[in-house]
């Protein structure tokens, strides 16, 4: 849950709480478990919600129909908009009873392999976490700031890029590779070839440095 950015757990009926090992097992987030409310019953822990999804592995016969993680997730995510929502997950034996799903609004599963489709509860819970994370930012949310590298540099401006291109061009038809007569679709791809790479200023600066002993080796970047 905090790996996902959630952090309000309600646990029902627990054998034992609090626990040591939880808390081993949740290493750096033991904060959640210490702000864990603990109800006795499912109905308590969903006193205030206004829209409950369920997890459930199977279709039931009672209780709302079984929907796609995504879809599911993205309607609960809008519904924190207008008040609390909440995820229920079972235990890890017998999952959910038909009368704890008869509680909740809609249902989902997580489409396993039908060959294989155990799947624990931490891993549900995980998998469901991430999803709603993705919901609540567009599919877009913030990750940790990547540190620059020595190795790095700003990105190319477009004159640098552009100088490069006719540097490369220039060199091509000096050498005989490119045929401004018949260009082909030579030009295009290496463009292509190099807008994929998001140039840096130093990567530039590389390869012109690269075409310009091309030149001198070959004596046609001489002047006089």
């Not at 210490?34 to 199977?58: D, F």
């Amino acid at each position: 849950m905090k790996t996902m950015g959630l952090s309000n757990l309600y646990l029902v009926e627990p054998k034992q709480f609090p626990d040591p090992e939880a808390d081993a097992r949740a290493t750096a987030a033991v904060d959640v478990l210490q702000k864990a409310k603990i109800t006795a019953s499912l109905n308590e822990a969903l006193v205030g919600t206004s829209y409950v999804v369920a997890l459930s592995a199977r279709q039931r016969d009672i209780g709302p129909l079984i929907g796609a993680p995504r879809e599911t997730v993205e309607r609960l995510i809008a519904e924190a908009g207008y008040g609390e929502v909440a995820l229920v997950f079972g235990n890890e034996t017998v999952g959910l009873s038909n009368d704890e799903i008869m509680h909740c609004h809609a249902a989902v599963t997580i489409p396993t392999n039908p060959d294989f489709s155990s799947l624990n509860l931490g891993s549900a819970v995980q998998v469901l976490s991430y999803e709603c994370r993705m919901a609540a930012f567009a599919e877009r949310p913030p990750t940790v700031e990547s540190r620059v590298t020595p190795f790095t540099s700003p990105a190319a401006t477009h004159d640098e890029v552009e100088g490069l291109y006719s540097h490369l061009e220039t060199v091509m038809t000096e050498t005989g590779f490119f045929n401004p007569v018949q260009p082909g679709r030579l030009l295009p791809k290496l463009r292509r070839l190099f807008g994929r790479s998001r140039l840096e200023k130093d990567e530039v600066n590389i390869l012109r440095g690269i075409l310009a002993s091309t030149q001198v080796k070959t004596g046609y970047g001489r002047k006089g």
